[in-house]
């Protein structure tokens, strides 16, 4: 089944959920997660064909879901996609990404730029025209995919752990702003996630540089870990709220201090 034969959203009487940056990784991960709980799932993206593998992958299990096209950068991409959706209850903003592990002196701004489009002017795009739909639900949930880089620096990260600041400030005013509505806001950091393309895009394409991130850690998030606490935040009661969510491997202490090798789980009590 395509993307444009599935089940017409508007008649479903199941909870949409929204996906942006939806046909990979942790976003792909959300999506089938969030199918599994009982929604209706649009997920968004650039890649045709990624996204129309997850949908394919979800309606295999006994989902519904559809493929929607759409890039955060572009406002009418964002109007047309956003627009063509008669509801909305939950909505993920998880399109993003990291470029470059460059000293400040020595970062390209374009990739600052492509950065902060992304992660935070996208996740503004999408949140604004979600809005309206929101409002009319009665579990209106805005889910923001920070990072541990939106609270912590480390050297190299710079225009990462600036973007990703700006996710999450991006989140805390909302909460602000929106207090009195029924809409919740829930700002999810995680750690070192290890994907098929986060580090791979970050470093150029640079295979053997992507691999060596991850190279001796003791069992790094995946992708379906930070799903779980999608769906658990999500799933709560209404009127229940986590703020922010902090998520990394127990390897993990910040973002600059990692153990690399093996930890005796036998100890624990």
């Not at 001796?216 to 779980?228: I, K």
Request: glycine share 10%; hydrophobic share 40%.
């Amino acid at each position: 089944m395509t993307s444009e034969q599935t089940t017409d959203h508007s008649t479903s009487t199941r909870p949409l959920a929204l996906i942006t940056g939806g046909g990979t990784g942790i976003g792909a991960a959300i999506a089938r997660r969030l199918s599994h709980d009982g929604y209706d799932v649009v997920v968004a993206g650039r890649r045709r064909e990624k996204l129309d593998a997850v949908v394919a992958a979800i309606e295999t299990d006994g989902g519904t879901a559809r493929a929607l096209v759409l890039d955060v950068t572009d406002a009418d991409s964002v109007a047309r996609g956003v627009g063509s959706l008669e509801r909305c209850d939950v909505v993920v903003n998880n399109a993003g990404g990291a470029l470059g592990v460059s000293r400040v002196e020595d970062s390209d701004p374009e990739e600052w730029q492509t950065m902060y489009a992304t992660n935070v002017v996208g996740t503004l795009r999408v949140t604004k025209a979600v809005l309206p739909m929101l409002r009319r639900s009665p579990r209106a949930t805005i889910v923001d995919i920070s990072s541990i880089a939106g609270e912590r620096v480390y050297e190299g990260g710079a225009g990462y752990v600036a973007a990703k600041h700006g996710t999450s400030v991006v989140s805390e005013t909302l909460r602000l702003e929106l207090n009195g509505e029924n809409i919740r806001v829930v700002d999810i950091r995680p750690g070192m996630v290890h994907t098929e393309e986060f580090s791979l895009t970050r470093l150029h394409g640079d295979r053997a540089a992507a691999d060596k991130v991850y190279e001796g850690v003791d069992r790094p998030l995946v992708a379906e870990d930070v799903a779980e606490c999608v769906g658990f935040v999500v799933g709560l009661p209404q009127h229940v709220n986590i703020d922010t969510m902090v998520i990394k491997p127990v390897a993990q202490a910040a973002p600059h201090k990692v153990h690399r090798g093996s930890i005796d789980w036998k100890t624990a009590r």
